[in-house]
Nanobody
Framework: QVQLVESGGGSVEAGGSLTLTCAVSGHTYAGKCLAWFRQAPGKDRELVAGIYPSGDRTKYADSVKGRFSISQNNAKDTVFLQMNSLKPGDSGTYFC???????????????????WGQGTQVTVSS
């Protein structure tokens, strides 16, 4: 059974930093596109950052470019999201997501996601 388990959420003041971690277990599929999405109350779930299975290509939401960094370990069973210079608008529930690469492409779309974690809360106060 595939499981994605997030950790590292919490409450910080604006300008602070947090690192989220997602542990993926249950299979060793090589073509995993791993990503972080977030959802604020009353809003749609949106992509924050994604990383290709090779680790050499990433994608970021415009709102987090230059502040957030996604990475994964060599075993590709753990994905990290380093979040710096946090803003109140970054608050929400952060979800780890796994999508299966197809034709060398990762869509990083919530509709294309194969597995979701349970989410971890991030609250940034002003």
């Amino acid at each position: 059974q595939v499981q994605l388990v997030e950790s590292g959420g919490g409450s910080v003041e604006a300008g602070g930093s947090l690192t989220l971690t997602c542990a993926v277990s249950g299979h060793t599929y090589a073509g995993k596109c791993l990503a972080w999405f977030r959802q604020a109350p009353g809003k749609d779930r949106e992509l924050v950052a994604g990383i290709y299975p090779s680790g050499d290509r990433t994608k970021y939401a415009d709102s987090v470019k230059g502040r957030f960094s996604i990475s994964q370990n060599n075993a590709k069973d753990t994905v990290f999201l380093q979040m710096n210079s946090l803003k109140p608008g970054d608050s929400g529930t952060y979800f780890c997501a796994e999508e299966h690469e197809y034709g060398g492409i990762c869509l990083f779309s919530r509709h294309g996601t194969n597995y979701w974690g349970q989410g971890t809360q991030v609250t940034v106060s002003s």
